[in-house]
């Protein structure tokens, strides 16, 4: 089913059956699901072919982004990918094993590791992100540079109004 077409039936049925309650906010909110779902199976499928799944390719991104001479601890991956640190394990040791990054003693904190980049993760992060770059530019291409600038601070205050409600106590 279309997605329009399905929010569109969503927000009707539920009006229906309860037409006290204003459904605006959550068409809102189902279009962003929608998005965001989409934005990450086509990341994913422009990296398919490098090897490594979408949330392995995240760890490399960020340590090719983030990396002090290339190198990270967990805690800094886990904080810069938003991921936690259970799921980040699984995916330096799956990294590790295909021999993307390498893993050492943090000689500072005997309790820490440090990441790096190897030369093969390093190309994949590059060829990865390359093609991930393209593929936004592709999904924007239909706006015009007002319109990309408007949806752009729109979404930032948006995500600006979240994060306060994440941080609020």
């Known amino acids: 089913m279309d997605p329009q077409q399905l929010i569109s039936e969503t927000l009707e049925t539920w009006a229906k059956e309860r037409p006290e309650l204003n459904f605006e906010a959550m068409g809102i909110g189902l279009k962003f699901d929608i ?10 499928e422009v990296i398919a072919d490098l090897g490594v799944n979408l949330g392995e390719f995240d760890v490399l991104a960020t340590l090719r982004r983030n990396g002090k001479n290339g190198v990270l601890t967990p805690k800094e991956i886990a904080a810069a990918a938003m991921v936690s640190p259970s799921g980040l394990t699984h995916r330096l040791t799956q990294l590790e094993n295909m021999g993307h990054i390498i893993r050492q003693n943090d000689p500072n904190d ?58 609020a106590p």
Do not use: C, H, Y
């Open 35 to 44: 998005i965001a779902t989409a934005s990450l199976g086509f990341a994913g």
């Open 110 to 167: 005997r309790r820490s590791s440090l990441v790096r980049l190897n030369p093969q993760g390093r190309k994949i992060a590059d060829k990865g992100i390359e093609r991930v770059a393209q593929r936004a530019t592709q999904l924007v291409n239909g706006f015009s540079a007002d319109e990309v600038v408007a949806l752009s601070a729109v979404l930032d205050k948006v995500l600006a109004m979240i994060s306060q409600r994440v941080t």
